[in-house]
Structures are given as structure tokens and as C-alpha cells.
T-cell receptor, first 111, second 116 residues
């Protein structure tokens, strides 16, 4: 049972435009969320996180939005750059010890 | 600074053979440790996590097992590999979750396992 879902397996965006990656979850007890970026044959690297007490967290070009009532979070990348091309995973946790990952969205930024 | 090591980087094993993947963390104490698997075309599946020496929680029933013999060492094992065990195995660590403070997970470079 997939508790964290990323329904778009892939996304293509023109360089300079906004990339929006979406993530849905089913467990209303999740209270901490993270986004990771992964290149092929490498481990994921942490991008940005948000706790349930906030609805927005911003770090440079990356902003994560959390809609608790809809059980939905999104990652916005503005402006998108070719180096942003990678697979992006969202993850959620209830306890902070155990995280559930989505299936990932492959982002391609076209120069 | 903290670093996480995983080895080997790649591994090709026949069906029915044993498996041992090792992960070690440097620069931190009492980390939470995790084993994930990314199968082809799929997301990251949590296999095991550990909050301390000898404490292992299993998320998915399978023919794999994990052990934590030392504070910063996490081992993934199998007595007999199946074809379905092929995938990219990732070890990760995080700091302890205390109250409202929690820490992101840091991943190792991964091991590509091919079972033939």
C-alpha cells in the first residue's frame, strides 16, 4: 500500500520556467515532509523539508507548499535550470524515524 | 562532518547465493539507520530501519535481514538471493527525532545488485 504517491512519473519544462512537482499522501498522521533529488546511480540528496505546522517553506529557487486538508504537497522550482534535471522524490513521516517515499518524478529541463 | 560509506558499489550474484552489504557512518553517534531498495522503474522502498544497536524494524516481509552490530554499522544480508532481489540498495542515516526537531536523511552512494 503506497502511502505517498507521485502520480506524474515524468515532467518536462523549458529552462527559466517554473517546475511544479506534486505529491499526495494518505496518512493524516504524517507531520514531516521532505523532498529529495536523485541522479542515476547515486544516492538521493536532501533538498528541502516542511513540518505540518507550516504551509510553506522556501530555500532559494526551491519552495515547498503543504496543504494538509488535501493531503498534498508540491515542490516549485523557479527558475528551472538544466542542472535540475533529475528524479525527485517526496517523503513523509509520522514519527520522524521512519519515512515513506513516493515513486519519484523524473524532471527534464530543456535548455 | 558526517559521511556514509556503502560497499560494494556493484555486485552480480547468482540466484541462491548469500548476500552481505555493509554500511558505515562516520562523524555522528547513535544515528538512525535505514536500508532502502529502488527496483527498476520504482520508488524507494524502506526495507529496514534501526534506532539503536540490535534494534531492527522490518517494513517488508522478504528473504532479507538486517543487523546492527555496532552503533554506526548496518548490514543487509540474505541467505539465498532471488531474482526479484535485484535492484539499487541504499543505506541512509538521520539524527534522532526529538520533539519538534527532526533531521533529514543522508544517503550513501548505493549498491547496484544484479541477481542472475
Amino acid at each position: 500500500d503506497q502511502q505517498v504517491k507521485q502520480n506524474s512519473p515524468s515532467l518536462s519544462v523549458q529552462e527559466g520556467r517554473i517546475s511544479i512537482l506534486n505529491c499526495d499522501y494518505t496518512n493524516s498522521m504524517f507531520d514531516y515532509f521532505l523532498w529529495y533529488k536523485k541522479y542515476p546511480a547515486e544516492g538521493p540528496t536532501f533538498l528541502i523539508s516542511i513540518s505540518s505546522i507550516k504551509d510553506k517553506n522556501e530555500d532559494g529557487r526551491f519552495t515547498v507548499f503543504l496543504n494538509k486538508s488535501a493531503k498534498h504537497l508540491s515542490l516549485h522550482i523557479v527558475p528551472s535550470q538544466p542542472g535540475d534535471s533529475a528524479v525527485y522524490f517526496c517523503a513523509a513521516s509520522e514519527t520522524g524515524n521512519q519515512f515513506y517515499f513516493g515513486t519519484g518524478t523524473s524532471l527534464t529541463v530543456i535548455p | 562532518s558526517q559521511t556514509i560509506h556503502q560497499w560494494p558499489a556493484t555486485l552480480v550474484q547468482p540466484v541462491g547465493s548469500p548476500l552481505s552489504l555493509e554500511c558505515t557512518v562516520e562523524g555522528t553517534s547513535n544515528p538512525n539507520l535505514y536500508w532502502y531498495r529502488q527496483a527498476a522503474g520504482r520508488g524507494l522502498q524502506l526495507l529496514f530501519y534501526s534506532v539503536g544497536i540490535g534494534q531492527i524494524s522490518s517494513e517488508v516481509p522478504q528473504n532479507l535481514s538486517a543487523s546492527r552490530p555496532q552503533d554506526r554499522q548496518f548490514i543487509l544480508s540474505s541467505k539465498k538471493l532471488l531474482l526479484s532481489d535485484s535492484g539499487f540498495y541504499l543505506c541512509a542515516w538521520s539524527g534522532a527525532f526529538v520533539g519538534q526537531f527532526s533531521y533529514e536523511q543522508y544517503f550513501g552512494p548505493g549498491t547496484r545488485l544484479t541477481v542472475t
